[in-house]
């Protein structure tokens, strides 16, 4: 199985129904403002989002408690959104099958076929290689 997305995971119905989420598990966010993780989640949580910190490193990013995995996140989540090495997604991809999560989102570089189709054939929108800040904004024009 190749490692590159397929058409599915860039299309406009997936982007669309991930971008409809209200509390976004943002996996690998760093408190180091010059990390495009920060930025991102920092956009999001301007743009209304509920952003929820998940890094076992940290204990606080932007203001809000950090946790250290999905499964410690109290209540559901909509989408579950990846800055990690495309190496690390596929146990990532099944903890947001197991939480109930609507949606994963692979950052901008990262693309793990295996767990977007994973995901996908579990019923969560899937995006890859794609930046949530950019087809936020694209969108919001």
Known sequence: MS????????DPLNINRCLEARRVAVVGLSSN?????????AYLKAAGYEVIPVNPLEESVLGLPCYPD??????????????????????????????????????????????????????LACVADLCTKVEHQRRSR
């Open 3 to 10: 490692d590159r997305p397929t058409n599915s995971w860039q």
């Open 33 to 41: 403002p010059a990390r495009p993780s920060y930025g991102v989640a």
């Open 70 to 123: 999905l499964e410690a996140i109290p209540g559901t989540v909509d989408l579950v959104n990846v800055f990690r090495q495309s190496n690390a997604v596929l146990p990532i991809a099944q903890s947001a099958i197991h939480i109930g999560a609507k949606g994963l989102w692979l950052q901008l570089g990262v693309i793990n076929g295996q767990a977007s189709t994973l995901a996908q054939n579990a019923g």
